[in-house]
C-alpha cells in the first residue's frame, strides 16, 4: 500500500497460523507460555475474570497493558520491553491471548505482533470453548511472574496503516476496506454499536467504498472461527481476493483486528493492514468524505 501503483506490502508471504486449540494449550503447558486474559470495555473490575477463568491465565486490562499511557499510541519500543519484563515475558516466550469480549484478545494478538515480539498465539474460543467441551475455569489467581530481561524490537510496520495514507488511497480500486462493525454502525445509524453508548464520533456513516465484513459472522457458537472454506466464501462473496490489499477498520480497531487474524493467519492473504484509528478518528475528522 506504499505505493498505488505497486500495492504489495508482504513479499515474505503469509504469517503461519497463530491460532491454538485448548487441546493444544493443555498438551503444551509445560513450555514458556503466559496465558493472559484480555479485560475489554465493562471489565475494568476484572468481573469475568474473578467469577472463572482457564487455569493459568493471568488478566491485563487493555488499555493500560497496550497503549501508551499518554496517547492514543502504542508504547515505544523501549517502554514495551519494560512492560514485557515486568510480566515475566522474555523475547522467545509464547504469549497466547483470549478476550472478554472475544475481540479484545484478538486486539492484544495483534498489538504484540504488531510491537514485535516473536510469539503470540490466539486461544481459539476463549473461555466460551473451554467450556462448551467440558473444561473447568478457576478462580484462582496465579502467582507474579518473576522479572525477566526483554530487549526491544521493531515494530511490523506492515501491519498498520495511518489515516494520512487511508486518504490517499481512497476511490483506488486496487485496495479493498473492509469495515467490521456492526450492520447499524454500518448503515450510519449508530456511531456506537448496539448495546453500548451510542458515542465515538461526531459523525456516522462509513469509509467510502468500505465492504462490510460483521466480525461476529467470522465466529461459530462457541465463538471459535469458522472453517476456513466458509471464511473463504464469506470473503469472496465481498470481493475479496488473496491479491488485493486489504485494509480493515472498525470503531476503535479491536474489531478490526478479528477480520485480519481471519484473513491473515486462516486464510492466507499477505497483504491486510489495521486502521487503528478507525471510526472513532475517522468520524471526528473535518473535511474527509463518509459514505451512507
Same mark, same amino acid.
Given at each position: 500500500?506504499? @505505493?498505488?501503483?505497486?500495492?504489495?506490502?508482504?513479499?515474505?508471504?503469509? +504469517?503461519?497460523?497463530?491460532? #491454538?486449540?485448548?487441546?493444544?494449550?493443555?498438551?503444551?503447558?509445560?513450555?514458556? &507460555?503466559?496465558?493472559?486474559?484480555?479485560?475489554?470495555?465493562?471489565? @475494568?473490575?476484572?468481573?469475568?475474570?474473578?467469577?472463572?477463568?482457564?487455569?493459568?491465565?493471568?488478566?491485563?486490562?487493555?488499555? +493500560?497493558?497496550?497503549?501508551?499511557?499518554?496517547?492514543?499510541?502504542?508504547?515505544?519500543? +523501549? +517502554?514495551?520491553?519494560?512492560?514485557?519484563?515486568?510480566?515475566?515475558?522474555?523475547? $522467545?516466550?509464547?504469549?497466547?491471548?483470549?478476550?472478554?469480549?472475544?475481540?479484545?484478545?484478538?486486539?492484544?494478538?495483534?498489538?504484540?505482533?504488531?510491537? /514485535?515480539?516473536? @510469539?503470540?498465539?490466539?486461544?481459539?474460543?476463549?473461555?466460551?470453548?473451554?467450556?462448551?467441551?467440558?473444561? *473447568?475455569?478457576?478462580? $484462582?489467581?496465579? $502467582?507474579?511472574?518473576?522479572?525477566?530481561?526483554?530487549?526491544?524490537?521493531?515494530?511490523?510496520?506492515? =501491519?498498520?496503516?495511518?489515516?494520512?495514507?487511508?486518504?490517499?488511497?481512497? /476511490?483506488?480500486?486496487?485496495? *479493498?476496506? #473492509?469495515? *467490521?462493525?456492526?450492520?447499524?454502525?454500518? %448503515?450510519?445509524? %449508530?456511531?456506537?454499536?448496539?448495546?453500548?453508548?451510542? #458515542?465515538?464520533?461526531?459523525? !456516522?456513516? %462509513?469509509? !467510502? /467504498?468500505?465492504?462490510?465484513?460483521?466480525?461476529? @459472522?467470522?465466529?461459530?457458537?462457541?465463538?471459535?472461527?469458522?472453517?476456513?472454506?466458509?471464511?473463504?466464501?464469506?470473503?469472496?462473496?465481498?470481493?475479496?481476493? !488473496?491479491? =488485493?490489499?486489504?485494509?480493515?477498520?472498525?470503531?476503535?480497531?479491536?474489531?478490526?483486528?478479528?477480520?485480519?487474524?481471519?484473513?491473515?493467519? &486462516?486464510?492466507?492473504?499477505?497483504?491486510? %493492514?489495521?486502521?487503528?484509528?478507525?471510526?472513532?478518528?475517522?468520524?471526528?475528522?473535518?473535511?474527509?468524505?463518509?459514505?451512507?
Amino acid at each position: 500500500m506504499s @505505493d498505488p501503483t505497486n500495492t504489495s506490502v508482504a513479499e515474505s508471504g503469509p +504469517e503461519p497460523t497463530a491460532l #491454538v486449540t485448548p487441546e493444544w494449550l493443555e498438551a503444551n503447558r509445560h513450555r514458556d &507460555i503466559r496465558l493472559i486474559e484480555i479485560a475489554g470495555m465493562g471489565q @475494568d473490575d476484572f468481573a469475568a475474570y474473578k467469577a472463572g477463568h482457564v487455569p493459568g491465565a493471568r488478566a491485563w486490562k487493555w488499555k +493500560e497493558a497496550l497503549w501508551d499511557a499518554r496517547m492514543r499510541e502504542f508504547p515505544s519500543p +523501549e +517502554e514495551f520491553a519494560r512492560r514485557m519484563g515486568a510480566a515475566g515475558i522474555g523475547n $522467545d516466550t509464547i504469549v497466547v491471548f483470549y478476550g472478554e469480549g472475544i475481540q479484545f484478545g484478538i486486539y492484544a494478538w495483534w498489538t504484540l505482533r504488531y510491537c /514485535g515480539h516473536a @510469539d503470540v498465539r490466539l486461544l481459539d474460543g476463549g473461555r466460551k470453548r473451554w467450556v462448551a467441551e467440558g473444561r *473447568a475455569l478457576t478462580t $484462582d489467581v496465579p $502467582d507474579a511472574p518473576a522479572p525477566r530481561a526483554y530487549h526491544p524490537t521493531p515494530r511490523r510496520e506492515e =501491519m498498520r496503516i495511518l489515516r494520512d495514507r487511508v486518504v490517499a488511497l481512497l /476511490g483506488n480500486p486496487e485496495i *479493498a476496506i #473492509v469495515d *467490521a462493525r456492526s450492520p447499524e454502525e454500518y %448503515r450510519g445509524e %449508530r456511531v456506537g454499536g448496539p448495546g453500548g453508548p451510542d #458515542v465515538g464520533a461526531v459523525r !456516522p456513516g %462509513r469509509i !467510502p /467504498g468500505a465492504r462490510h465484513l460483521f466480525y461476529m @459472522d467470522l465466529f461459530d457458537e462457541t465463538q471459535s472461527f469458522k472453517p476456513k472454506a466458509e471464511l473463504a466464501v464469506m470473503a469472496a462473496e465481498r470481493g475479496l481476493t !488473496p491479491e =488485493m490489499p486489504t485494509i480493515a477498520y472498525c470503531r476503535m480497531s479491536h474489531r478490526a483486528t478479528v477480520a485480519y487474524f481471519a484473513m491473515t493467519q &486462516i486464510l492466507g492473504y499477505p497483504d491486510v %493492514r489495521v486502521y487503528d484509528g478507525s471510526w472513532t478518528e475517522w468520524g471526528n475528522l473535518v473535511g474527509v468524505p463518509i459514505e451512507r
